[in-house]
């Protein structure tokens, strides 16, 4: 038995998605399905598939689950709901500019901006989105934040030092199939982000992790409201207000197209 399945690629500053959606078409994916397609050489390559679906509370617009490249499933993805709220738009499944998105364990809403540029928001009321702890690690210090997943934030090591730095953690229990790790260097009106995502690797760019790296910064200066966060790429912009983070920045349709899902 096999189904032909249309897909989306779209990219959120080199993070990269594939998209598919369960509104217009019907299918099952399992962990070999998803390993292959997500292989960049024989497969159609992405960081996470998005699978869109039909709200499982009629609060919400849309709900949604991810999938690593690896076939792992994750509990967040800002970035790639940022681009489901495009494609949506994009494809006319909504008329709404402002969107609500159920993940398995909380509620993101999604702001279209303009027709590049959508804006995220979530609450800092819910459990699953906090920050931990700071310790030290080599001559710096690492923060260990929750945002659905679990992130850590080296602050400032050079290149040189990242490696070892990678090597400390591991030894002490943080891996890279556990965390999200990043590598952020303060400027002197933004931060640098570099990001090794869980299921992944390095990645371009991570929502999660500037949303992460946010919270880590605003924890050490508090009256910090927004923070520029610089990617391989481009940028992103984070801003609290009151109980609630957010992030905004571009995203991109790269590709539209059809693939065979065949069931053994």
């Known amino acids: 038995m096999q189904t032909l399945l249309k897909f989306v690629k779209m990219h959120a500053l080199g993070n990269d998605f594939v998209i598919i959606d369960r509104l217009t078409q019907a299918f099952f994916i399992d962990h070999n399905t998803v390993k292959a397609l997500g292989h960049r050489k024989t497969g159609i390559g992405f960081d996470q598939l998005l699978i869109l679906e039909p709200?499982?509370?009629?609060?919400?617009?849309?709900?949604?689950?991810?999938?690593?490249?690896?076939?792992?499933?994750?509990?967040?993805?800002?970035?790639?709901?940022?681009?489901?709220?495009?494609?949506?738009?994009?494809?006319?499944?909504t008329q709404k500019r402002l969107l609500s998105f159920q993940t398995s364990n909380?509620?993101?809403?999604?702001?279209?901006?303009?027709?590049?540029?959508?804006?995220?928001?979530?609450?800092?009321?819910?459990?699953?989105?906090?920050?931990?702890?700071?310790?030290?690690?080599?001559?710096?210090?690492?923060?260990?934040?929750?945002?659905?997943n679990e992130h850590l934030i080296c602050w400032n090591f050079n290149k040189d030092e990242k490696n070892k730095a990678l090597s400390e953690l591991k030894s002490s229990g943080f891996?890279?199939?556990?965390?999200?790790?990043?590598?952020?260097?303060?400027?002197?009106?933004?931060?640098?982000?570099?990001?090794?995502?869980?299921?992944?690797?390095?990645?371009?760019?991570?929502?999660s992790a500037a949303l992460a790296t946010f919270l880590a910064f605003n924890a050490k200066i508090k009256s910090t409201n927004s923070l520029r966060i610089e990617t391989q790429f481009g940028y992103v912009t984070a801003t609290k207000n009151y109980d609630k983070i957010s992030l905004a920045g571009p995203v991109n349709r790269t590709f539209a197209g059809e693939f065979l899902l065949k069931y053994n």
């Open 175 to 207: 891996t890279l199939d556990k965390f999200n790790i990043s590598f952020a260097q303060q400027l002197q009106t933004s931060v640098e982000l570099e990001t090794f995502e869980r299921g992944v690797g390095r990645s371009a760019s991570c929502g």
């Open 106 to 148: 909380q509620t993101v809403s999604c702001e279209i901006l303009s027709p590049i540029v959508v804006k995220t928001t979530i609450s800092l009321e819910n459990p699953e989105i906090k920050y931990i702890d700071s310790f030290s690690l080599l001559t710096s210090t690492c923060d260990h934040v929750l945002i659905g």
């Open 55 to 93: 709200p499982i509370d009629p609060q919400h617009d849309f709900s949604y689950q991810i999938y690593n490249s690896n076939g792992s499933q994750a509990k967040q993805c800002i970035n790639g709901v940022r681009c489901l709220a495009h494609y949506v738009n994009d494809y006319a499944l």
